[in-house]
């Protein structure tokens, strides 16, 4: 049933990877629904959360960007936005973006459908489940169930989007929305992408060319958060970067994301209609350290269902990114960060556990 039709561009897709399939595995939407549930699965407790700061009852309020401002033909006016884009960077790695002209029916609908999705049988679902980290189908529970010794809290569905446009068959309107609403984030991406290079103070295709933009892999995440009933005892994601270049997310109206900020968990309650941004590790790359991605987590809750979409946009599988050779200052070394292949890189990150900045740290040079 999961169909796969390449449109646009050939498919480049990337290489084999001997990982284990993941283990056949209940969902925890299955799990969440089974009656009585009063307690979790031993399988599903955290000791303890070894970076549970307190969260911050900060009220500095997240960043926001207002799209329209940074694609503005008024130059004064876009540059201004490029700072506070660039400050947004430095600062928090993390930002909404508001006014960005993808519009809010194709946004709900795209929640809708993925919710639709999660609700057919186990059965139909299967079908979406992929055997290789790459595949670009693939449904599943926890991260990566084969080397994950606790599981996470949360199902999920991630479909390669671009440079080939992946969908599952079911349900049926799954493909139209999905191919219409990632066309529309990408072109939101590709500005704010020009944005944070001009920020850097390099050519605003910098980045774009850099990282083969045009042929950039687009990875949606559908993330679905049943309620847990003791949520204080089991993570939905642990603290990660993401490996790309930026993520453009969004979600229902739960709360349950986190972000690590001056060393404190923040809840992060977005605004609506808007897409909370976040930049990735080959932005920390290209970048030289100088935006650095930032750590974050979701939690869950014991009422609710909480849904979230993520689109990441990662550089092309075969572009291997190094930092940009102009913002090297005196004395650094241009192979802090050694080049890899996107491809390689990826593979890497979703064949191991989620940890932190873990892929990162693997790629740094240290002592250089
Ligand atoms: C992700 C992610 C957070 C969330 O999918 O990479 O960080 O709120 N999701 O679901
Ligand atoms: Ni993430």
């Known amino acids: 049933m999961a169909t796969t039709a390449p449109t646009g561009s050939p498919p480049s897709q990337p290489s084999l990877t001997h990982s284990p399939p993941p283990r056949k595995l209940t969902s925890v939407k299955a799990l969440s629904e089974s009656p009585g549930l009063s307690s979790i699965p031993s ?39 490029i700072r506070e884009l660039g400050k947004a960077c430095g600062d928090w790695g993390f930002f909404m973006v ?12 795209m929640i809708e459908v993925c919710r639709e999705f999660f609700e057919l049988t186990e059965e139909e679902k299967g079908e979406c489940e992929g055997k290789h980290v790459l595949d670009p189908i693939r449904y599943g529970t926890s991260f990566n169930p084969s080397v ?10 991630k479909i390669f989007q671009h440079p080939a446009f992946h969908s599952p068959s079911n349900p049926p309107s799954f493909r139209e929305i999905a191919l219409d609403y990632s066309k529309r984030t ?34 949606m995440i559908a993330n679905l958060y049943p309620p847990c009933p003791q949520p ?26 986190q972000v690590l900020h001056k060393d404190k968990w923040v809840n992060i309650h977005p605004i609506p ?11 920390e790359i290209l970048s030289h350290g100088k935006y650095k991605s930032v750590l974050h987590q979701a939690v869950v809750n014991d009422r609710d269902v909480r849904i979230s979409i993520a689109l990441a946009h990662a550089p092309a599988a075969d572009a291997a990114v190094s930092p940009a050779p102009m913002l090297l200052e005196d004395g650094q070394n241009p192979l802090a960060y050694q080049a890899m292949k996107y491809k390689e890189y990826v593979e890497l990150q979703q064949s191991n556990k989620l940890d932190g900045k873990s892929c990162l740290e693997h790629i740094r040079n240290r002592g250089i």
Request: glycine share 6%; aromatic share 6%.
């Open 43 to 81: 399988i599903y407790t955290f000791p303890k959360q070894p970076n549970h700061e307190p969260v911050s009852d900060t009220k500095e309020p997240i960043p926001t960007i207002d799209f329209s401002l940074l694609i503005s033909s008024n130059p004064d006016e876009r540059s201004k936005t």
């Open 98 to 109: 508001t006014n960005h002209g993808v519009p809010e029916r194709m946004m709900k609908a």
């Open 148 to 157: 994950d010794k606790i599981l996470y809290w949360r199902d999920y569905l």
């Open 186 to 219: 990408r072109g939101v991406m590709k500005e704010i992408v020009r944005g944070i290079s001009e920020s850097l103070g390099l050519e605003d295709k910098y980045i774009e060319k850099a990282s083969n933009l045009e042929n950039c892999l687009q990875i």
């Open 232 to 257: 204080e005892l089991a993570m939905g994601l642990p603290a990660h970067s993401d490996h790309g270049l930026l993520t453009l997310l969004i979600q229902n109206d739960t709360v349950g994301l």
């Open 273 to 283: 209609n808007s897409f909370l941004a976040n930049i990735g590790d080959h932005i």
